[in-house]
């Protein structure tokens, strides 16, 4: 993962403040028990909103009776979303979240409006959540700006930052 020199020195600092992890060498080994640290689920839970969903996760989570009873244009708005989106969809957007809450509004919608919502968020590593913008609760999940494991080079990167 390509950190910007903001997020490098971010990094430094933080490893800085860890009393474990400020005591370990400086070195190739080091980097790798420090990067493995962070890779790790952050402690406490730290909740994210995904960067992608697929369609065919989506469908798997769609109530097959709500589906069913969803009229014509919402049918329709779902066929063009899907067009337009063959990769899937972005929960992190706020746009694409209130699409299929408007889609799944309402009594009719309780069953697939709840299952989309859990298959919207995942728990954030603690790097992850070190770059991540927002709360963080399940009940407000926090946007990534930084996916993905970290490296023992992106250890070295930051410490020599």
């Known amino acids: 993962m390509g950190l910007t020199t903001a997020q490098l020195q971010a990094l430094k600092a933080d490893i800085a403040a860890d009393g474990v992890l400020n005591q370990l060498p400086q070195n190739s080994d080091g980097a790798f028990e420090v990067a493995t640290a962070y890779n790790m689920l952050a402690s406490p839970d730290f909740t994210v909103w995904k ?80 770059f991540a913008t927002g709360t963080g609760s399940d009940a407000s999940p926090a946007t990534l700006t930084v996916e993905g494991n970290i490296s023992y080079q992106t250890v070295l990167a930051a410490w020599a930052s």
């Not at 709500?66 to 972005?90: I, K």
């Open 51 to 130: 960067s992608k969903v697929t369609l065919a996760e989506v469908g798997a989570n769609l109530d097959s009776s709500e589906v069913e009873s969803l009229t014509t244009a919402e049918n329709a708005r779902m066929q063009t979303f899907s067009m337009y989106n063959p990769d899937g969809l972005m929960p992190s957007r706020p746009d694409h979240r209130a699409f299929f809450a408007g889609v799944f509004s309402g009594a009719g919608g309780a069953n697939t409006s709840a299952a989309l919502l859990i298959l919207w968020k995942r728990l954030a590593t603690r790097s992850e959540k070190l």
